[in-house]
């Protein structure tokens, strides 16, 4: 069964600051990894998109990097700002096999920035 | 465009009682799904359709749960006979093809209590 874990689970740092959000998972045999961001009472944020056969992927200050056959991608934040914060979610999409075809997530890692 | 809709947006219920969850996702997707969101389980995959077919319904945690979905879009999940455990926040998904080659795109939630 696919384990994904994130650490930190708890992150707090100035604004400006560069940071790494780690995400491991225990089944590389993944279709593809996504990461969200969930702000409070809200739903998810869809933020980068890796496809098992890309590295990585850039959207605006967010880098995403996976590196399948070791089990782990890292979202990289430049230059953060207040407004990042909220808790981030990695998530990855299993090949069929008749099991189920939804994201298995991790737990999330929550995430201020202070102004 | 619009995007995913959930509705109703808070549901409170008695114990015993059955409810009905409503999905509306972007036109044009073919695939739906369907998570719950607790505090002790993070986010676990329900159920997921390609058009009107549900091919894995072994992530459905009783089978006090169901799901349906007619004409390729709107889904509703039905929880019978609820049970106070069933409390969480349900969350709906769409993406434009199945096997999560693209985006899934994220409702807003329904949050049940029941008491």
């Known amino acids: 069964k696919q384990e994904v874990t994130q650490i930190p689970a708890a992150l707090s740092v100035p604004e400006g600051e560069n940071l790494v959000l780690n995400c491991s998972f225990t089944?590389?045999?993944?279709?593809?990894l996504q990461w969200f961001r969930q702000d409070p009472g809200k739903g998810l944020t869809s933020l980068l998109l890796i496809q098992s056969s890309q590295r990585e992927q850039t959207s605006g200050r967010l880098n995403a990097s996976l590196d399948k056959s070791s089990g782990r991608s890292t979202l990289y934040i430049a230059a953060s700002q207040p407004g990042d914060s909220a808790t981030y979610l990695c998530?990855?999409?299993?090949?069929?096999?008749?099991?189920?075809?939804?994201?298995?997530f991790g737990k999330g890692t929550h995430l201020i920035i202070q102004p | 465009g619009a995007g995913v809709s959930q509705s109703p947006s808070n549901k409170v219920t008695e114990k015993g009682k059955d409810v009905e969850l409503r999905c509306d996702p972007i036109?044009?997707?073919?695939?739906l799904y369907w998570y719950r969101q607790s505090l002790g389980q993070g986010l676990e995959f329900l159920i997921y359709?390609?058009?009107?077919?549900?091919?894995?319904k072994s992530g459905l945690p009783s089978d006090r749960f169901s799901a349906e979905r007619t004409g390729g879009s709107v889904s509703t999940l039905t929880i019978q006979r609820t049970q106070q455990e069933d409390s969480a926040v349900y969350l709906c998904?769409?993406?434009?093809?199945?096997?999560?080659?693209?985006?899934?795109?994220f409702g807003p939630g329904t949050r049940l209590t029941v008491l």
């Open positions: 089944d590389s045999a993944i279709y593809n």
């Open positions: 359709f390609q058009g009107n077919s549900a091919p894995d």
């Open positions: 036109s044009g997707h073919t695939a």
């Open positions: 998904a769409s993406s434009l093809a199945t096997r999560g080659a693209d985006t899934q795109y």
């Open positions: 998530a990855v999409l299993m090949y069929s096999g008749g099991g189920a075809d939804g994201l298995t």
